[in-house]
């Protein structure tokens, strides 16, 4: 009996460690409907929900998927009555475990935009609906009395500037307070809220001033009520790009901070007051949103790693210590919106498609969903190319004071919206190329090894007479070669580690394109 107990509790012990296989997988409605992804989130059971939005129709849909990416339900967004219908932009899980979905609407008594926000079971179905008059709201999480903080910008009709807006609900969706905080003299923007240990509100996002053609970043304390404790401004003193603080993370009494400057990405430790402990630009981090308004989020795995996003040369993600020392640095075959830290450490990269790329037929639909889930370091399927050793440098940073004044406004309403259901088509493989020629050379070419420890051979299966040209993450071409025969071998250890393009033409005409790695 003690050895068949012993058998019993091993077996449970492994159904409850099942192993969550590697997969690429393509979404997309029913009937061809172009389907973009918006923003993810894991449900209470550790699977995965979409929010994004159907191109054909123009409607929101709110998607579950199970551990090997096969949907499990799909709703659709409808407002009674009334033609047009919200756009989701964020999700977030809640306590008791539902989710809480923003975006906006049209009002159509206004012409303007207001925010939408609601709260889902865990089948996807309304547990209320409402709107609010401050448009422009973008990041939620949840409140220590299960309400909901949320941030973004206000469009004043009487002003060319939006402003940073902050609205409080109740766990029904009823308004408490409101705030509009004009930060320096031109426009303003949250980016991200969340609740710290002492029960206030931070705040990240960016700020201009009238005579500033660049944006600063902005980190703020609010109170409970809505008063601003303190407030900070960032950005380098001698590079002019655009800052902004996109997600915060707290952690034992320290605030990890995501930033970006238009090239790389710079992450910050602060403590509780807003004093910078470190600031370190990560190379090869560029993150382009691609016009979905989308802002990255900053993750934490439970061996105390942070995770976030870029779109470096496609996508890719990085994942480092809490000191931003040992960097990896993984890439995918992707345009991501969003990673995810699942089961034994696996990571969901979710994305769209299509890429830009050499493809003999344009695919159909035109827009898709993407989804490779791979192992920690980013390797198990052809749409993953694995990673590579990253690197930081100290960045220098300004902190500066700000000047805010804070208004009231706001008008939080009940409104009827309801689900429908909608078939999802799927098949497995990467999202697609676009674009480009009908060739049949394209195939016919083998890079290798990939990575790269140094050297890299190209092989064609013919001879032909034409140019290779390597491509760093910056898109600069930084080597150039001729070829005639089938075989060419390039040194590449003169360059930095990471992940490169190369193009191979003849007569002006592409014969292939591609990625390889570089980790010497």
């Not at 609407?105 to 207001?114: H, I, T």
């Not at 390797?379 to 804070?406: H, I, K, M, N, P």
């Not at 898109?475 to 930095?496: A, S, V």
Request: hydrophobic share 35%; charged share 20%; net charge negative.
């Amino acid at each position: 009996m003690k050895y068949l107990y012993s058998f019993l509790l091993s077996f449970i012990v492994l159904l409850g460690n099942a192993q969550i296989n590697p997969y690429s997988k393509v979404l997309w409605g029913e009937n061809d409907f172009g389907t973009q992804a918006y923003s993810s989130c894991q449900d209470f059971d550790n699977k995965t929900i979409i929010i994004g939005e159907f191109a054909g129709i123009n409607k929101s849909f709110i998607m579950k998927i199970d551990d090997e990416g096969n949907p499990i339900w799909t709703r659709t967004i409808i407002q009674e009555n009334n033609n047009f219908n919200p756009k989701l932009i964020n999700i977030t899980n809640t306590i008791d475990s539902c989710q809480f979905v923003l975006g906006s609407v049209y009002n159509q008594s206004n012409n303007n935009q207001d925010a939408f926000f609601a709260k889902i079971d865990r089948n996807g179905n309304f547990l209320w609906t409402k709107t609010n008059s401050l448009g422009g709201l973008v990041n939620v999480s949840e409140t220590a009395d299960s309400g909901f903080i949320l941030t973004g910008e206000h469009d004043f009709s009487s002003s060319v500037y939006q402003q940073l807006s902050v609205v409080k609900v109740t766990k029904n969706g009823s308004l408490e307070w409101s705030r509009i905080i004009r930060f320096g003299t031109a426009l303003s923007k949250g980016l991200t809220v969340i609740q710290n240990d002492n029960g206030n509100y931070m705040v990240t996002g960016h700020y201009k001033n009238e005579n500033e053609t660049k944006t600063t970043a902005l980190l703020i304390e609010l109170s409970n009520t809505g008063e601003v404790n303190w407030s900070y401004g960032f950005n380098n003193p001698t590079i002019g790009y655009h800052y902004e603080i996109e997600d915060i993370l707290i952690h034992n009494n320290e605030y990890y901070l995501l930033m970006h400057n238009q090239v790389n990405t710079i992450l910050i430790k602060t403590d509780t007051l807003g004093n910078v402990l470190y600031a370190k630009e990560i190379i090869s981090t560029y993150y382009n949103d691609m016009f979905y308004g989308i802002n990255r989020k900053l993750h934490k795995n439970d061996q105390d790693e942070l995770l976030f996003i870029h779109t470096d040369l496609d996508g890719g993600f990085i994942k480092t210590d809490l000191n931003c020392e040992n960097i990896i640095n993984g890439t995918v075959f992707l345009p991501i919106i969003d990673i995810q830290v699942k089961e034994q450490n696996k990571l969901l990269a979710i994305g769209n498609g299509p890429i830009n790329g050499v493809k003999s037929t344009q695919p159909f639909p035109y827009e898709t969903v993407g989804l490779i889930q791979m192992d920690s370091l980013g390797y198990g399927t052809e749409c993953a190319y694995g990673s590579y050793q990253g690197y930081s440098e100290d960045f220098e940073l300004q902190q500066l004071e700000t000047v805010y004044l804070v208004e009231g406004g706001g008008i939080s309403t009940n409104i009827l919206f309801e689900t429908g259901n909608i078939e999802m088509s799927q098949r497995n493989g990467c999202v697609d190329f676009i674009g480009g020629i009908d060739n049949s050379l394209e195939n016919s070419v083998s890079i290798y090894p990939n990575p790269s420890q140094g050297w890299i051979n190209f092989e064609m299966e013919v001879e032909i007479d034409g140019i290779i040209s390597i491509i760093n993450p910056l898109g600069q071409t930084i080597h150039q070669e001729t070829i005639k025969q089938i075989q060419t071998k390039i040194d590449l250890n003169r360059f930095e580690n990471g992940v490169y393009l190369y193009r191979i033409e003849s007569d002006k005409v592409l014969i292939s394109s591609g990625r390889f790695i570089l980790n010497k």
